[in-house]
């Protein structure tokens, strides 16, 4: 697991090649991705340099990169594991390819070799982000894998193409430092709390989306138009499997997925949250270690809060009790959240949308004191059902024979009327008041409603993307989806959206920067072709989410964890936006720095601040919206984007007088 960097000329007769102060400064933006080594290569015509920050997970001794074939003609940077590697090196061996290392990357020279660029990635079992370079072509091939595990960015000028990791590394590069902020990536993250790939907030740089690869050729016209290579189908086999096949398949499919991800030459562990999909991940982990006559017991890590009801820690030490982990417990306060927010809002690069990040981070620091890798349950949910707004999104047929004006009125009425603490509920009505899928979709996850999202954003903003930007997303997920039934559109377009742009990033900003590898066995593309094919019933029926998975639990976890109410990984923040955090919230959104953005009404932002804060109106996720985005342009476009602007960021906004107030 690492972080990756390159630079190709593409017009050579109009570039010049990279200076080794850049490319120093380029790979030391994402050190943290790496801390054990860092790797440089330039070819020899000074057409093509790549660089890599290594956190060394297999073959401690000779998995160094960047890494060759035999000849030196074929080069690669590479960020991830192949699980299925040891197979695949055995058939190239076969094949007559020679390898000088045990490292899972070599696969990737030798295999580009054999079965060129589409013909290796149908090969590959894992998560990756990688590039290879063809000194004999000279061809650049990006590939990234096919959940979106691994992040991957890009680049151009037309002169020259640069891509990275992080968007950090790129803005090291002189020419890519402008800095221009991209109007619609603000408009998407206000309503979705993401930018949906191939954009990011910055225009011109891009991401490279999941199951995707694209070829960069010197001297060439380049389309730059990435190509998929793999996606999932939810059309159903002719002859389904009966309830106890479909468990007894899942419970065998996981466990091999488990026990594959356990590869590593470093000590690992488990995110153990004490709910469902992390407790299956420990039991198999167990039970693995237990069939392999493993020694060492299983290390487990859980994180909580110092409120109690916020705090699920009793739940996680079950599990941990049950198969006699070696547990630790990390519980996090007010203090210990804003002593690292500048820093994680750094390390995200993107807005963060998500505030669970902030104690996420805090997780893989505390591990990172005793292992490398962890394994985790991420991505269980939108396979198998197990978000309430699956099943209350089904009751939208309810009301499609309501006339649109009068649905509308009718449900955003009677949301209006509720109470402060009814912000759920309030939610559900609104969102189910829109008729159209694509509409409904987008807005599950979104943190204003649809109607405060037009009044917020200014009008020239509004009227250039606005909601409908978000919409047209969907809609196109909508129709590349092969189903047309209604829950198979939302769990396709939430795996291409949410989990993809919004979660994964968050799983792998938090753990990579504590230089922290996390593995997600839901993820493995087998699994998640598993889980489309699956008859709905199985993991939808009424009110009942995520079936077949719970009933899987069963074997592994007492039912009362399984059954209990479904809460997530939630933190107090709106107890500490009216109580320690509420100076500084006001402070920064109502500050003429933030006003004068010009991307907002001024008074709707006002509005919002201070409804919220006299708890009139609870804006929470909202709230956490406009304060993200601001502090990322305080980082991003005010200050210079570096580690160090973090550290200038956070003495400026006084959070260590908050601290000693706190």
């Keep these: 697991m690492c972080g990756i960097a390159g630079f190709l000329r593409i017009q050579p007769e109009r570039s010049e090649p990279l200076t080794q102060t850049v490319a120093e400064k380029i790979t030391q933006a994402i050190w943290r991705r790496g801390p054990d080594g860092g790797g440089h290569w330039r070819s ?24 060759s074939n035999e000849d030196g003609t074929v080069w690669t940077v590479f960020n991830g594991e192949i699980y299925n590697f040891k197979s695949l090196r055995a058939e190239l061996v076969a094949s007559g390819h020679l390898f000088k290392t045990a490292s899972d990357t070599e696969v990737l020279v030798h295999g580009y070799e054999q079965w060129a660029g589409r013909g290796l990635l149908k090969r590959l079992q894992g998560i990756f982000a990688f590039a290879i370079y063809d000194t004999k072509a000279k061809s650049l091939f990006l590939a990234r894998d096919h959940l979106g595990v691994k992040p991957l960015h890009w680049w151009t000028d037309g002169r020259v193409f640069l891509f990275g990791s992080e968007i950090k590394s790129l803005l090291r590069y002189p020419g890519c430092n402008q800095r221009r902020v991209s109007t619609a990536g603000v408009a998407q993250f206000i309503v979705s709390r993401y930018v949906s790939r191939p954009h990011t907030m910055f225009e011109g740089i891009y991401k490279l989306p999941e199951a995707s690869y694209m070829e960069v050729d010197v001297g060439r016209e380049n389309a730059f138009r990435p190509q ?11 002859k389904q499997p009966s309830f106890v096949e479909a468990l007894d398949q899942l419970d065998h499919l996981l466990k091999e997925t488990v026990r594959m991800q356990l590869m590593s030459d470093v000590p690992l562990g488990a995110q153990l949250s004490g709910g469902v999909d992390s407790s299956i991940v420990v039991a198999l982990m167990e039970t693995i270690r237990l069939e392999s006559g493993g020694q060492h017991r299983v290390k487990t890590f859980s994180v909580g809060f110092d409120v109690e009801r916020f705090s699920e820690l009793k739940y996680a030490k079950a599990i941990a009790d049950r198969y006699s982990t070696e547990h630790h417990e990390i519980l996090v306060g007010y203090k210990d959240f804003i002593d690292e927010l500048p820093f994680i809002f750094w390390i995200h690069d993107d807005p963060l949308g998500d505030p669970p990040a902030i104690p996420t981070y805090l997780m893989c620091k505390k591990a990172k004191e005793s292992v490398s890798v962890m394994l985790c349950g991420e991505g269980a949910d939108e396979q198998f059902g197990g978000y309430f707004k699956y099943a209350a999104d089904q009751y939208s047929r309810f009301v499609d024979w309501l006339p649109s004006s009068v649905r509308g009125v009718l449900l955003r009425g009677t949301a209006a009327a509720l109470p402060f603490k009814a ?7 609104e969102i189910l008041s829109m008729e159209d899928r694509a509409s409904r979709f987008s807005s599950w996850y979104g943190a204003f409603d649809k109607a405060l999202q037009a009044t917020l954003l200014n009008r020239e903003l509004c009227d250039q993307v606005g909601d409908h930007y978000l919409t047209e997303v969907y809609g196109e997920l909508l129709t590349r989806c092969d189903s047309t039934h209604q829950l198979d559109q939302f769990l396709y377009a939430d795996i291409h959206t949410r989990l ?40 939808i029926n009424g009110l009942r989410t995520k079936i077949l998975l719970k009933k899987l639990a069963e074997k592994y976890a007492p039912q009362e964890l399984i059954y209990r109410r479904k809460v997530g990984f939630t933190l107090p923040l709106s107890d500490w936006m009216v109580g320690p955090m509420r100076k500084l919230i006001r402070d920064v959104l109502l500050s003429e720095q933030s006003l004068s953005r010009n991307y907002f009404q001024q008074e709707v932002v006002k509005k919002i601040v201070i409804e919220h804060l006299d708890q009139k109106v609870d804006r929470e996720q909202g709230l956490w919206i406009l304060f993200a985005l601001e502090i990322w342009h305080r980082l991003y476009v005010d200050d210079d984007g570096s580690e160090e602007a973090a550290q200038r960021l956070k003495i400026s906004l006084g959070l260590d007088s908050i601290n000693a107030a706190a």
């Excluded at 998929?228 to 002719?238: C, E, K, L, S």
């Excluded at 990033?505 to 922290?516: Q, W």
């Design 228 to 238: 998929a290579y793999w996606d999932v189908h939810y059309t159903n086999p002719d």
């Design 500 to 539: 993809v742009e919004d979660m994964l990033v968050v799983g792998d900003r938090m753990s990579m920067g504590a230089s922290i590898e996390a593995r997600v066995p839901y993820l493995d593309h087998h699994v998640v072709e598993f889980a489309a094919r699956l008859p709905r019933q199985y993991k």
């Design 423 to 429: 912000r759920r509920v309030r939610s559900i009505l």
């Design 44 to 67: 020899h015509d000074n057409l093509c340099w790549l660089g890599h920050r290594r956190l060394a997970i297999i073959d401690l001794v000779t998995g160094d990169q960047p890494m």
